[in-house]
């Protein structure tokens, strides 16, 4: 992405935050005296908060360690809270000579800030993702125009970021609530992450990493629905040193998310694995809407054809796909022989 409009996302951004931090003083009782000198404040702090870890995520993505991971990006949280109040206090009572008995340094403090770095961290993921997606698909739009093999890459399955950004919405929502559920959540989107922009750069994975992949996506989609019990994903035999071609049975959980119908019993939508010797059969099931058509080649993910199209590329006479519509029921079938 060219550097002008980086710089025009980032500025839009602040922009938005500008807006979030002054609209309070006009639907409020928040004193107007103050309102200068808590915008500078804020948006400082905000500022270091959402570029720390915008520059850490390549480096935290690529720690091999998860525990490591996780232990670095808490140390690096740490060191934002610190540096945070450091900048809060002193701005406060010395610059702006705030009666500092009205704001005491006390948990609620430290709890606000919490909240704040964490949303941060949401926002400066939203956009890194969204700038390495283009940064990614046009790297890979012009490496298919230089090498022929990389025909592969342009059919590759890839999820809707529509995903993601409806999914960080999901969390900063349960980040606003203070709900227990919000660090599961960012740490399974992180997971989907990790395996999207490194590990399915690889012609295959193993099954294991597929499967705990579909895992992730289907918790977090979960998030949006009432019924936790809608979905069901079934895993029949040994996975363990199994492999196939990454990413290549997202597209029908994702189209089977987009189709189908809310108001039928749970599950609604049924996805099943079967690890036999020598193939894999996997199976979605999802009831579709009253008087809605069933999703075409054109609908889903990349679009069915394409998925068939990678399917002949990467498994020539060595799969079988049949879809299907039966009593409002859309099924689909993939057998992959190894």
Request: charged content about 20%; overall charge positive; aromatic content about 14%.
């Amino acid at each position: 992405m060219k550097l002008k409009y980086k710089i025009i996302i980032h500025t839009v951004f602040w922009l938005y935050i500008f807006n979030q931090a002054i609209f309070p003083y006009f639907t409020s009782s928040k004193e107007m005296p103050f309102l200068v000198p808590d915008l500078i404040i804020h948006m400082l702090t905000g500022m270091v908060s959402f570029y720390v870890f915008f520059f850490s995520f390549s480096f935290l993505f690529s720690l091999k360690n998860k525990l490591l991971s996780i232990l670095t990006g808490l140390a690096l949280a740490g060191g934002i809270l610190a540096v945070r109040i450091g900048m809060e206090y002193p701005f406060w009572k010395y610059l702006v000579h705030y009666d500092m008995s009205k704001m005491n340094l006390d948990r609620e403090w430290v709890f606000n800030d919490i909240r704040l770095i964490l949303i941060f961290f949401i926002y400066s993921l939203l956009i890194r993702l969204a700038i390495n997606w283009y940064e990614n698909q046009k790297l890979q739009a012009d490496f298919t125009n230089q090498k022929q093999i990389s025909e592969l890459a342009l059919l590759r399955s890839q999820v809707n970021p529509h995903f993601f950004f409806n999914t960080l919405n999901n969390i900063y929502s349960l980040v606003y609530q203070k709900s227990d559920d919000a660090p599961e959540a960012v740490m399974k989107l992180s997971s989907i992450m990790r395996y999207m922009l490194y590990d399915a750069t690889t012609d295959k994975v193993l099954l294991d990493k597929e499967i705990e992949y579909l895992k992730s996506f289907i918790e977090l989609e979960k998030l949006r629905l009432r019924n936790k019990d809608f979905v069901s994903l079934t895993l029949n035999g040994a996975s363990e040193g199994k492999t196939i071609a990454p990413m290549i049975l997202i597209p029908f959980v994702e189209n089977a998310f987009k189709h189908a119908s809310r108001t039928v019993p749970a599950p609604g939508i049924m996805v099943t694995i079967d690890v036999e010797p020598g193939e894999i059969v996997f199976g979605v099931k999802n009831y579709i809407r009253k008087n809605q058509h069933a999703p075409n080649d054109k609908q889903g993910g990349i679009g069915l054809i394409n998925i068939r199209r990678r399917l002949e590329l990467l498994y020539p006479q060595r799969y079988s796909l049949n879809i299907n519509t039966a009593e409002d029921v859309f099924i689909v079938e993939l057998m992959i022989r190894n």
